[in-house]
Antibody, heavy 117, light 110 residues
């Protein structure tokens, strides 16, 4: 079964760093891009960027360029989204998705990040 | 402000046909295919329509997609209570060199 499993919920303070993960299984992880999508509380979906694990080629949405870092380790079939200094406005659900069956299909279950002092 | 424009809400009664619009520009919908996603409350989105009008096997043929110029539409016929969800359109944007999402439409089954 093709599956993306994301790391668990996080509660952090402003200024702290964070790295969340998305692990793929059941397919050739290196051959399909992984996208990260943000959903702020009660809001819509926003594309953050994509990475091709095979060569780590990465594209960022202009809205997120410089705010986050997307990376991947194809040896362990994992992609990552990281922040060096979190803000309260980073509080959101973060989804990863790949394109095995179609664009953004399937999705991970989501990782809830809460940033509060 | 989303690059693709959707109505924030739509509604219908069981059995009715409902359409949800998605308006873009020549750099996204006008030159690329459109994808639609269904997000049930508290769950991750699921691909509903790909390549403007292709439906994955997991969804019934009550769901269909179309496109004309720089606008796309999702149609749901024979509306059912389980169709109550948020729906998003997505397309690649050649100018931004990235994916762009609509703001989402909350469908209510009355």
């Amino acid at each position: 079964e093709v599956q993306l499993v994301q790391s668990g919920a996080e509660v952090k303070k402003p200024g702290e760093s964070l790295k969340i993960s998305c692990k793929g299984s059941g397919y050739s992880f290196a051959s399909y891009w992984i996208a990260w999508v943000r959903q702020m509380p009660g809001k819509g979906l926003e594309w953050m960027g994509i990475i091709y694990p095979g060569d780590s080629d990465t594209k960022y949405s202009p809205s997120f360029q410089g705010q986050v870092t997307i990376s991947a380790d194809k040896s362990i079939s994992a992609a990552y989204l990281q922040w060096s200094s979190l803000k309260a406005s980073d509080t959101a659900m973060y989804y990863c998705a790949t394109n095995v069956f179609g664009p953004f299909d399937p999705w991970g279950q989501g990782t809830l990040v809460t940033v509060s002092s | 402000q989303s690059v693709l424009t959707q109505p924030p809400s739509a509604s219908g009664t069981p059995g009715q046909r409902v359409t949800i619009s998605c308006s873009g520009s020549s750099s996204n919908i006008g030159s690329n295919t459109v994808n639609w996603y269904q997000q049930l409350p508290g769950t991750a989105p699921k691909l509903l329509i790909s390549s403007t009008n292709q439906r994955p096997s997991g969804f019934p043929d009550r769901f269909s997609g179309s496109k004309s110029g720089t606008s796309a539409s999702l149609a749901i016929s024979g509306l059912q209570s389980e169709d109550e969800a948020d729906y998003y359109c997505v397309a690649w944007d050649d100018s931004l060199n990235g994916w762009v999402f609509g703001g989402g439409t909350k469908l209510t089954v009355l």
